[in-house]
Antibody, heavy 120, light 107 residues
């Protein structure tokens, strides 16, 4: 079964950059797109964007396209989300999730989430 | 961009109740609609995809219906483990979007 394991919690100062990893196992990495989802404390889910591990193609939500970089390294089955120019409003849990390339199943597997705290 | 409007934002129900949550898309999304359950401190869990297909391992008391712009998640016979927040999610094309969530609480 597919498993996604994310890197640990981060504490960053305003203006800094954070990079979170999402390591995939249990199937073929390139059979899936990797999505990233933002959840502020006590708030709902917000889609950030998606990366295709096969060719690196990305699609972003408008709210995040200026400060987010999504990449994937198929040689080590790992996707990354980098968020720059951090501000207090970026304090949130960030999830990676898979979307099967050959079907329309929604987001079927999720990482455990990575908490990012932005504080001076 | 397509907006997803979920209602109600919260509801109180008792064990054994039938619960219905609705989700409306601002444009036709066919059946590219999923439902997720999220418990505090945990990642969301896929319940239903393609509007009405139950994900493997999900109890049959969960069901989904709808197409186009109007969708429904029904829990028939609420169980203690079902108290959680539920989200709809449209995935026909980018940008993907979630509803605001419905928190199901114990009455």
């Amino acid at each position: 079964e597919v498993q996604l394991v994310q890197s640990g919690a981060e504490v960053k100062k305003p203006g800094a950059t954070v990079k979170i990893s999402c390591t995939f196992s249990g199937s073929s990495f390139t059979d899936y797109y990797i999505h990233w989802v933002h959840q502020a404390p006590g708030k709902g889910l917000e889609w950030m964007g998606r990366v295709d591990p096969e060719d690196g193609e990305t699609v972003f939500a408008e709210n995040f396209q200026d400060r987010v970089s999504l990449t994937a390294d198929a040689s080590i089955d790992t996707a990354y989300m980098e968020l720059s120019s951090l501000r207090s409003e970026d304090t949130a849990t960030y999830y990676c999730a898979t979307d099967f390339r050959y079907g329309d199943y929604g987001l079927d597997y999720w990482g455990q989430g990575t908490l990012v705290i932005v504080s001076s | 961009d397509i907006q997803m409007t979920q209602s109600p934002p919260s509801l109180s129900a008792s064990v054994g109740d039938r619960v219905t949550i609705t989700c409306r898309a601002s444009q036709d999304i066919s059946t590219f609609l999923a439902w997720y359950q999220q418990k505090p401190g945990k990642a969301p869990n896929l319940l239903i995809y393609a509007a009405s297909t139950l994900q493997s391992g999900v109890p049959s008391r969960f069901s989904g219906s709808g197409s186009g712009t109007d969708f429904t998640l029904t829990i028939s016979g609420l169980q203690p483990e079902d108290f959680a927040t539920y989200y709809c999610h449209k995935y026909n094309r980018a940008p993907w979007a979630f509803g605001q969530g419905t928190k199901v609480e114990i009455k």
